[in-house]
C-alpha cells in the first residue's frame, strides 16, 4: 500500500515537473516569437525610414542622375572586385558541392549587377570584375550581395564544406554562413583607366592602375568583408542615402604596391543603419600598415569619426548648422544626484549630473554613425570628460542636421544593445493607435540652430594625411545648446534661422514619430503662437478669411492697359504693393491682443485666420476696419478710385485707403493638421462656409456666420439675433500693437489689454479670469477670457431699446443710432474705451456648395455705421428668403437703395 502511495507521488511530480517544463518552454518559445516579431516590424520601421530619407535626399538633389554615357566611354567609374575566400580548398573537399555553391553565388552576383547598373568587366573563377557609374551604387550592390549571402537558405551540404558553417554572435544571431566572398571598391581618377574593345568578343575591357588598386583592395580583405579605397571614400561623401546608409569605419593608412608603395587610408562597411552587421574580423591581409603604428593603443570606435569639418555651401554666407543632442532625465524619474568634479565648471547650472560613462560611450558611437550619413562632424571634447550628456555636431545646411535628428529619435526605439546603467534613463514605453512603439529607450533632447557668428578653432590632424578637426564656439553655438534645454526628451527644436533651410525637406519627417505630443518648451517666454496653441477641434472655434479689394487701377496697370504709360505702371503697381505690406502688418500686429492665430498668406493681402472666441474674431476683424482708415497709405493709392477718402454726415471718416473683405463662421472643425510651413490648416464644413461668406463679404464689409454653435451675451441674451440688432461692447487693444509691435505670450498672467471685454467657453458662457491665456500650462489652444465686468449702462440701453423694437426697420435704427453714427459715440464716451459693435442679421442666403441656407450677420463699428454696401449676388445660389421681420427686409432694400455704384 505504501509502494502504492510512494509511486503515486512519484508520478505526479514528474507530471507536475513536465507540465513545469512545458510552461517554461512554451514561455520561451513565446518571447522568442515576440522577439522575432518585434526585430522584424523594427526592422520594417528602420527600411521605412531609410526609404523616407534616401527618397527626401534625392528630390533634393543630393545624388546625381545615372549617367547617359556607358561604361566604355566614361573618363572615370568605380570598381568593384569579388572573390571567394578559399576557394580551392572548397573546390577540393566536394567538386559537385562547390559547383552548387558556384553556381547560387554567379546568379546572386548577376542579379544584383543588373539591380544596381553594372556592367560586368570580366570573370575568372569566381572572381568578378565589374564597374559602375558612381560609387553609391557600387557600394549599394555590395552591401545587397552581402546580405543575400547570409540570407540564401544555403543546402546542408554546401554549410558542411570548410569555411562555410554558420557563425553567431554573443546574442546568438548568425553573422554569417556559407561562401565567405571578400570585396574591394575603387574609384578610377580620370587618366587612371583605358577601355579597349576584347578583339574577339567585342566586350569591354579595362586597364590602367585603378583596376590593379581595386584588385590589391580586394586582396587584402577577409571573407564577408567590404573594403573601399580612399577614392572611394572621397566619393561616397554626400552620397550616402543611394548607397543605403552604410556604416563606414576607418581601418588606418597602408601601403599599396600598386601605387608604389604609396600610403593611401582604407575603409570598411559594417552593414548600414537599416541592418547593422559588424563582424569579428582580423587586420587586413598582405598590406603593410603605417598608421595606426603597431601596438598602439587606440579607443575602439576611433575608426567611426571618419566626417571632416564642414564647409558652408556657396552663397551661405559661412552659415552652419549646429545640432545639440541632451540626455534627458525621464518624467518623474528621480535620480540620485552625482556631484561635480573638482574640474567642473562653477557656472554649470545646478539641475545638471553626471552621466556613466559607458551610457555617454554607447550613445556617442549610435550618434556618430548617423552623422557620417549625412556628412555631420561631431566636435567638443566635454561630451565624455564633463558627462553632462550633451553631445554637438556640426552640418553644412540645416536639412541634413534635421534628417539626422529624425533618424536619431528612430534609431534610439530600436536599439537594444545598451548598457545596464542606461536602463534609470529609459522613460516609459508608448505604443500608438496603430501598434507602432512611439517613445523607447533613453530621451534625447534635439536642437537645431543656423547662423555665421560662430568661432572655427583649428586642431592639428592624427596624421598628416588626414583632415585637420575643428573646435566651434560663439553665439550660434551657445544657442544652439540653451535651444537644447528647452526641449522634451525625443522632441527637436528649430530655431527660425533653421527652419528657412528645412522648408523642402519635411517630408523627412517620419511618420514612426508622428504620433509624438510634447508640454510647450522650457523656455523663459512664448512670443508667437505655435501649432499646439492654435484652435483645437475639440472645441467651437472661428474661422476667418480676408481678402483685400484690388482697385482697378492697379488690376489695369498689372494688365499693361494701352492708355498707361511706363511710369503710371509702375507708379499704380508700387503704391498697391506698399499698401498691402501696410495692411498685413496691421492685421498681423492686431492679431495677438485678440487671441488670434495666423494660419496661411496663400497670396499677398488674402489670409485665413483662427480665433478660438467669436467675439475676439469680430473685435479684431472690426479695430482692423477702423485702423485702416488711420494708415499712412502712399499718396498715389489715395487718388485711386475705391481708395479715396470719404467722409459721413458728421464729418468722421468711412472710407480712406485699401477695402478688405471680411467673413468668418463660428462653430466645430473637422480637421487640424500642419501644413509645409508649420501652421496649422483646417479642413472642414466650417472652413468652406467662411470662404464663402468672405467671397458674398463686400470691399470694406465684415460678415458673420454661426449656425452650428449659439453664443450668448454676458446678460444671458444671445449675441445674434436674426429679428433684432445687438451691440457687442468692445475694448480696442492698444494702439501700439497696429505698428506690428510683438507681442509676449506669458504663462501666468494677462498680456494684451485688448479685445472685446468677454469670451466664451464651449458652452458660450462668459469667462472670468486673466486675460489671456496661451494654453502653455496645458490647455494645448489659445483662448481669450477677456469679460472683466458687467455691460456697460449704455449696453443695457441698447438691449432694452431691441427688446421694445417693433415696426419697420427704419424707426429701430432712428432709435438705435443706426444712422447717426455720432449719437452712440457720444453716449459711449461716459464709458472710457468700451466702444460697440453693430451685429445686424442680412437674411438667410443659401450659398454655393452648401446644402442649408445660412443666416449671415453684418459687423460694423459704431464709427463706421454709416459705411453701406451692396450685396454680391454672384456669390449666392439663390436667396432663400429673408424669412425674418418686416424690419429685416426693410433694412436689405435700404442698405440696396443707398449703396455707392461708384
Not at 669 to 695: C, H, S, W
Not at 697 to 706: D, H, I, R, T
Request: proline letters at 6%; glycine letters at 10%.
Amino acid at each position: 500500500m505504501m509502494l502504492a502511495v510512494v509511486i503515486a507521488f512519484v508520478l505526479l511530480g514528474a507530471a507536475v515537473l513536465a507540465l513545469a517544463a512545458l510552461a517554461l518552454w512554451l514561455s520561451r518559445s513565446r518571447e522568442r516569437a515576440l522577439q522575432q516579431r518585434s526585430e522584424k516590424e523594427a526592422g520594417k520601421d528602420m527600411k521605412n525610414l531609410v526609404s523616407q530619407v534616401a527618397y527626401a535626399m534625392e528630390l533634393a538633389g543630393s545624388a546625381t542622375g545615372r549617367p547617359t554615357k556607358s561604361i566604355a566611354e566614361a573618363k572615370q567609374m568605380a570598381f568593384v572586385v569579388t572573390d571567394i575566400e578559399g576557394s580551392t580548398q572548397l573546390s577540393v573537399a566536394g567538386r559537385t558541392v562547390y559547383d552548387q555553391l558556384l553556381a547560387i553565388h554567379d546568379q546572386l552576383m548577376r542579379e544584383g549587377i543588373a539591380k544596381f547598373n553594372g556592367t560586368q568587366i570580366v570573370t575568372e573563377g569566381d572572381s568578378f570584375l565589374v564597374a559602375f557609374p558612381c560609387v553609391a551604387e557600387a557600394v549599394a550592390f555590395c552591401q545587397d550581395l552581402q546580405y543575400k549571402l547570409l540570407d540564401t537558405p544555403w543546402p546542408r551540404a554546401v554549410l558542411r564544406l570548410p569555411g562555410c558553417q554558420p557563425v553567431l554572435n554573443a546574442e546568438g544571431d548568425v553573422m554569417i554562413q556559407g561562401p565567405r566572398v571578400r570585396v574591394g571598391v575603387h574609384w578610377a581618377l580620370p587618366g587612371l583607366v583605358a577601355c579597349r574593345p576584347h578583339g574577339l568578343t567585342k566586350a569591354p575591357m579595362m586597364v590602367g592602375v585603378a583596376v590593379s588598386i581595386a584588385q590589391e583592395v580586394s586582396d587584402a580583405a577577409h571573407g564577408g568583408q567590404i573594403l573601399i579605397s580612399q577614392d572611394a571614400w572621397n566619393q561616397l561623401r554626400g552620397y550616402m542615402a543611394r548607397a543605403g546608409f552604410p556604416i563606414v569605419r576607418r581601418l588606418g593608412l597602408f601601403q599599396l604596391q600598386a601605387e608604389e608603395g604609396k600610403a593611401s587610408w582604407l575603409y570598411t562597411l559594417d552593414g548600414s543603419l537599416a541592418r547593422p552587421l559588424r563582424r569579428d574580423l582580423p587586420p587586413t591581409r598582405k598590406l603593410v600598415r603605417v598608421w595606426p603604428p603597431p601596438g598602439a593603443a587606440m579607443a575602439g570606435d576611433w575608426g567611426l569619426y571618419v566626417s571632416d569639418p564642414p564647409t558652408p555651401l556657396p552663397g551661405g554666407s559661412d552659415t552652419l548648422a549646429f545640432v545639440f543632442l541632451r540626455l534627458r532625465l525621464p518624467p518623474g524619474k528621480r535620480l540620485r544626484r552625482r556631484l561635480y568634479t573638482a574640474h567642473s565648471s562653477p557656472h554649470r547650472a545646478a539641475h545638471h549630473h553626471q552621466v556613466p560613462s559607458s551610457v555617454l560611450l554607447a550613445l556617442q558611437q549610435l550618434f556618430v554613425k548617423q552623422a557620417q550619413q549625412f556628412e555631420g562632424y561631431m566636435f567638443g571634447s566635454d561630451a565624455l570628460t564633463e558627462r553632462q550628456g550633451y553631445f554637438s555636431f556640426a552640418f553644412a545646411c540645416s536639412g541634413n542636421a534635421l534628417r539626422f535628428c529624425h533618424t536619431i529619435q528612430v534609431c534610439l526605439m530600436y536599439n537594444n544593445r545598451w548598457p545596464s546603467e542606461a536602463a534609470e534613463y529609459y522613460g516609459q514605453t508608448v505604443v500608438g493607435i496603430d501598434g507602432r512603439l512611439v517613445f523607447k529607450g533613453p530621451r534625447i533632447a534635439a536642437s537645431i540652430h543656423c547662423g555665421s557668428d560662430y568661432y572655427r578653432q583649428p586642431i592639428a590632424s592624427y596624421h598628416p594625411t588626414a583632415a585637420p578637426g575643428a573646435d566651434y564656439s560663439g553665439p550660434a553655438v551657445a544657442l544652439a545648446r540653451a535651444l537644447s534645454d528647452a526641449a522634451h526628451g525625443g522632441q527637436v527644436l528649430l530655431t527660425e534661422e533653421a527652419w528657412q533651410g528645412v522648408q523642402g525637406v519635411l517630408q523627412v519627417m517620419p511618420t514612426l514619430l508622428s504620433g509624438r505630443s510634447f508640454k510647450p518648451p522650457n523656455t523663459m517666454q512664448q512670443l508667437e503662437l505655435g501649432y499646439r496653441e492654435a484652435p483645437s477641434v475639440h472645441e467651437p472655434m472661428t474661422m476667418v478669411f480676408v481678402k483685400v479689394a484690388k482697385p482697378t487701377a492697379v488690376t489695369r496697370a498689372e494688365a499693361s492697359a494701352t492708355d498707361l504709360g511706363e511710369e503710371q505702371v509702375l507708379e499704380a503697381i508700387t503704391a498697391y504693393q506698399l499698401a498691402v505690406g501696410q495692411y498685413a502688418a496691421l492685421a498681423r500686429g492686431l492679431l495677438p491682443a485678440y487671441g488670434g492665430y495666423e494660419c496661411k498668406e496663400p497670396e499677398p493681402g488674402k489670409f485665413t485666420m483662427a480665433f478660438g472666441c467669436l467675439t475676439d474674431a469680430i473685435a479684431w476683424a472690426s479695430h482692423v476696419q477702423k485702423d485702416l482708415l488711420a494708415l499712412d497709405w502712399p499718396p498715389a493709392l489715395l487718388l485711386m478710385q475705391g481708395c479715396e477718402e470719404l467722409r459721413g454726415e458728421q464729418g468722421q471718416r468711412l472710407w480712406r485707403g485699401l477695402r478688405v473683405r471680411m467673413g468668418m463662421a463660428y462653430g466645430y472643425i473637422n480637421v487640424k493638421k500642419p501644413m509645409n510651413t508649420g501652421r496649422a490648416d483646417y479642413f472642414g464644413e466650417l472652413a468652406n462656409t467662411a470662404a464663402r461668406v468672405a467671397a458674398l463679404a463686400a470691399p470694406g464689409q465684415v460678415l458673420v456666420e454661426s449656425s452650428q454653435v449659439d453664443v450668448a451675451m454676458p446678460d444671458g441674451t444671445t449675441l445674434l439675433l436674426e429679428e433684432l440688432p445687438t451691440y457687442l461692447p468692445v475694448k480696442w487693444a492698444a494702439c501700439g500693437l497696429a505698428q506690428g509691435a510683438s507681442v509676449g505670450f506669458s504663462r501666468h498672467g494677462s498680456v494684451t489689454d485688448g479685445g472685446a471685454p468677454s469670451s466664451f467657453g464651449p458652452q458660450g458662457l462668459a469667462a472670468h479670469g486673466p486675460r489671456y491665456n496661451s494654453g502653455l500650462g496645458g490647455g494645448g489652444r489659445a483662448r481669450r477670457a477677456s469679460y472683466s465686468a458687467t455691460p456697460s449702462e449704455m449696453t443695457a440701453q441698447l438691449m432694452a431699446m431691441r427688446r421694445k423694437g417693433s415696426g419697420s426697420g427704419a424707426e429701430f435704427g432712428h432709435a438705435a443710432g443706426v444712422v447717426t453714427g455720432s449719437r452712440l459715440s457720444s453716449a459711449t464716451g461716459a464709458f472710457g474705451r468700451v466702444e460697440h459693435i453693430e451685429l445686424r442679421a442680412l437674411g438667410k442666403y443659401l450659398l454655393r456648395g452648401l446644402d442649408n441656407p445660412k443666416v449671415l450677420y453684418q459687423a460694423l463699428p459704431e464709427t463706421l455705421l454709416e459705411r453701406s454696401f451692396v450685396v454680391a449676388t454672384e456669390a449666392l445660389s439663390s436667396v432663400g428668403g429673408l424669412q425674418g421681420t418686416a424690419s429685416d427686409q426693410g433694412y436689405l432694400q435700404a442698405v440696396q437703395a443707398s449703396a455707392p455704384h461708384a
